[in-house]
């Protein structure tokens, strides 16, 4: 069936530099992305979201880049800090779904 | 204004014992979802209700039972509770189910059975 995955499983980061998370998904038919942050012992909190007919968005501190040619979704988070160590997911959701699919997560640790 | 509050937060039980996991949202969202969470496996979807009194199976829904007698509560029962369930629930509820709308989870409840 239809996935949502995540290309790597952790990533450390030296504090003060960017930060890439990868996703790939592969229902063409997905027409909104969302990424969520999860820190210890919490729910999941919205970072930020796409539609498909978008390539880029950006809020603060973070930049969601689309490639649908390569059913591919990347969060960037620049300036890291201490407080971006997390579980990042993304999410997806395709027209006439009533809910979203999520992938397995990318653990961020940002290294003083 | 608490958002989604999910009670309790731990719990541990014995095989083929019974619990419910209560979801409160006081944000008059229409959708609400209730979800596991396991090492490496990401969030799957157990059931979720698309208004007070539906409900709708999800991706693992065997092995436990909801309801939603009430616009504002969301809860999900484990009538014989086995180690297999041993997880992280999460709830989340939504304004909808279409885009640009995203989900609101509460902090989780802990379960563990022996």
């Known amino acids: 069936g239809e996935s949502v995955g995540l290309h790597l499983p952790t990533l450390s980061v030296q504090e003060g530099d960017n930060s890439i998370i990868n996703c790939a998904y592969s229902n063409s038919a997905s027409d909104y992305f969302i990424w969520y942050k999860q820190e210890s012992g919490k729910g999941p909190q919205f970072i930020i979201d796409?539609?498909?007919?978008?390539d880029k968005r950006q809020g603060q501190r973070v930049t969601v880049l689309l490639n649908k040619t390569v059913k591919h979704l990347s969060l960037q988070i620049a300036a890291t800090q201490p407080g971006d160590s997390a579980v990042y997911f993304c999410a997806e959701h395709y027209f006439g779904n009533e809910k979203l699919t999520f992938g397995t997560g990318t653990r961020l640790t940002i290294i003083p | 204004n608490a958002g989604v509050t999910q009670t309790p937060k731990f719990r541990v039980l014995k095989t083929g014992q019974s619990m419910t996991l209560l979801c409160a949202q006081d944000m008059n969202h229409e959708y609400m979802y209730w979800y596991r969470q396991d090492p490496g496996m990401g969030l799957r979807l157990i059931h979720y209700s698309v208004g007070e009194g539906t409900t709708a199976k999800g991706e693992v829904p065997d092995g436990y039972n909801v309801s939603r007698l009430k616009k504002q509560n969301f809860l999900l029962g484990l009538e014989s509770a086995a180690p297999s369930q041993t997880s992280v629930y999460f709830c989340?509820?939504?304004?909808?189910?279409?885009?640009?709308?995203?989900?609101?989870f509460g902090s989780g409840t802990r379960l563990t059975v022996v």
């Open positions: 989340a509820s939504s304004p909808r189910g279409t885009p640009n709308y995203g989900y609101t």
């Open positions: 796409i539609r498909s007919n978008m």
